[in-house]
């Protein structure tokens, strides 16, 4: 099967963050228990004010050091889920945000060259299995660490859901 | 080849010998922690998923302590339901609003013991790693996926150990102490990695020191911050009525480096916003003018924060330009505090005392901040919106420079207000 196909190669617009983007920013507490929608419209105000409203499906976040760092909260990546938000690139994420975006099927890439070779609103192409992020306003491509193979698997089968949903119909045939 | 603590903890989980850092496993789990925030969702898409039962009702553990008491009628339908999905699943310890905060109870109750894995659906988790436990946090979906199976995969961290050396000084904590390794090593130093604090002056920490460098682990990135489980950690748990095992690292374990934290030169510290990291000592920023102190959290909620605290305030008043607000990390702490007078103390300078709860720290209700205003507390998190509006500051440190500030209305260096007698750390 081809990256195309299982969904792990992505074109979207970029958006550009610094480093240490936390998850208060990506999911402010004060709307912790608020319905996904309204939590949605909030990720990442902190630092762009712009981004709930303008974010396009399949838009891609390119960032620095250590995003995601912080809570566990899942209502980080899920936000950019919700948004439409087709992958997270950034030099290095945080243990618990990378885990969570796995775990609900929003693809990450760390690579530490992204950020200098990418511009807000350039047009990006990525490759998750081989780490590839092209820029197809600059043709210049750079290549990330892809994550490792028990990674992939969960993104590919589209996170951790369908995983459980499938345990769960084994252990009733099994009974 | 010798084995790390985490390396000791995940072979154990995984039934293995031996493990190495990089390496995939799947991990049976012990115990698994949830908090009022995530546990709906989690216990909708088990059920969602198929799954009437979770994998073992003695081991799962709830507890109410972030929206408590409920701040609005939202939060009241989390609780309700949470209560439904508890009495659904029969499972045996729920801990209602106002018992303590979730990683305070591990501790306290012996909810978990040396060398065990316990997952939690909160970054802080690791916190009971003082007590030589495997302990950390992971999201909702996980969390759902350990409930139904017991198990959840990993990747061996490799390890960081740290070697405490030399005695604190008068006036200065262990949050100083962990405050300087996060500004030394960065908020993303043990990023992947486990660290483990040991060396000369590990068995120096008290129970409470170790739960707060622990706490501040995740902020500096890892997985697990482990101190030996020692005969400090063997007596905490007799003193619960249960028998334990020393437990720490091989004499040969392999680690990836090792930073020396040297307690002698250590003064009070305070990280700046809007970062971990951003530390500096006290005199950089002394006579700040602060809105709010706060004392209390996971981190620095103890009875030993409140001793301090209640140490510098006595016979002093709270600034009038400045408020401070005081949550217990438990009931029993409350109860202790509430024995010793450190409450009396507390309320007659004017503090403001809050239930045993996350509230103010996350900026979840009770204690956030307008736009423009600025607080100095005693938790872990000084992310721009953490405690409210995003234009809002936060100062990180100990419970003394806090409780100091709070009478002054500006940061202050502890040390200025240090009584001739009997002098504490």
Not at chain 1, 73 to 78: I, K, L, M
Not at chain 1, 85 to 91: K, L, R, S
Not at chain 1, 135 to 141: D, F, P, Q, R
Not at chain 2, 80 to 95: D, N
Request: net charge neutral; hydrophobic share 45%; aromatic share 6%.
């Amino acid at each position: 099967m081809s990256a195309e196909e299982s969904g792990l190669r992505i074109l979207g617009r970029a958006w550009c963050f610094g480093d240490d983007i936390s998850t208060d920013a990506l999911s402010p507490g004060a709307y912790a228990v608020a319905p996904p929608e309204v939590r949605a419209a909030h990720t990442l105000e902190a630092v762009n004010p712009r981004f709930a409203a303008e974010v396009r499906p399949g838009d891609v976040v390119v960032a620095g050091q250590n995003f995601g760092c912080g809570s566990s909260r899942e209502t980080a990546p899920e936000g950019l889920k919700a948004l439409g938000v087709g992958c997270v690139v950034a030099a290095s994420f945080a243990r618990l945000f990378l885990r969570n975006a796995v775990a609900i099927g929003l693809p990450a890439l760390p690579c530490a060259d992204a950020a200098a070779a990418v511009a807000d609103g350039d047009d990006l192409e990525i490759d998750l299995e081989a780490g590839l992020v092209r820029n197809l306003k600059s043709g210049v491509t750079v290549r990330g660490r892809p994550l490792a193979a028990p990674m992939l698997d969960v993104l590919r089968a589209g996170g951790i859901a369908p995983l459980l949903r499938r345990r769960a119909r084994g252990a009733g045939d099994r009974a | 080849m010798g084995l790390t603590m985490a390396e000791k903890i995940l072979a154990r989980a995984s039934g293995q010998t031996a493990v190495v850092p990089g390496q995939f496993l799947t991990a049976r789990v012990d115990a698994a922690l949830l908090h009022d925030i995530f546990a709906v969702p989690v216990f909708e898409m088990l059920r969602g998923s198929g799954f009437s039962s979770v994998w073992d009702r003695a081991r799962v553990l709830v507890v109410l302590d972030h929206l408590v008491p409920a701040p609005s009628v939202a939060a009241a339908e989390v609780h309700r339901r949470i209560r439904e999905f508890v009495r659904e699943f029969e499972m045996l310890h729920f801990f209602e609003a106002g018992t303590g905060i979730c990683h305070q109870l591990v501790a306290e109750r012996g909810l978990a013991q040396p060398g065990q894995l316990l997952l939690g659906t909160d970054s802080h988790t690791t916190t009971a790693g003082a007590l030589g436990i495997g302990v950390t946090g992971i999201g909702t979906s996980e969390m759902a996926y350990v409930l139904a199976t017991g198990e959840l995969w990993f990747q061996v961290p490799p390890t960081i150990r740290v070697d405490l050396a030399g005695r604190l000084a008068a006036g200065v904590m262990w949050k100083d102490a962990v405050l300087e390794l996060a500004g030394q090593i960065g908020s993303d130093g043990a990023q992947y990695q486990a660290l483990e604090f040991g060396g000369p002056a590990a068995a120096d920490v008290d129970i409470a020191g170790r739960l707060t460098i622990a706490n501040m682990a995740v902020e500096l990135g890892a997985k697990f911050g482990l101190f030996p489980a020692d005969g400090a950690t063997v007596r905490h748990f007799r003193r619960r009525n249960m028998d334990v095992d020393a437990f720490g690292p091989d004499v040969d374990a392999r680690y990836a480096r090792t930073v020396r934290l040297d307690l002698e030169e250590l003064g009070p510290r305070v990280a700046l916003p809007h970062a971990v990291d951003h530390v500096k000592p006290v005199q950089a920023v002394e006579g700040v003018p602060i809105h709010q102190a706060f004392i209390g959290s996971c981190t620095n909620g103890r009875l030993e924060d409140l001793r301090v605290a209640a140490r510098i305030l006595a016979g002093h008043r709270v600034h009038p330009r400045t408020r401070l607000l005081v949550a217990p990390a438990s009931s029993q702490v409350e109860r202790d505090a509430m024995s010793e007078g450190l409450l009396a103390t507390l309320v007659d300078a004017g503090a403001l005392l809050m239930p045993a709860g996350c509230g103010p720290c996350f900026g979840g209700h009770g204690g956030v901040l307008a736009a423009g205003e600025r607080c100095i507390g005693t938790h872990n998190r000084n992310f721009p919106g953490r405690m409210g509006s995003p234009q809002a500051e936060i100062f990180l440190a100990s419970p003394a420079t806090v409780a100091a500030s709070a009478v002054r209305g500006r940061i202050t260096d502890p040390r200025r207000m240090l009584s001739p007698s009997p002098v504490w750390r």
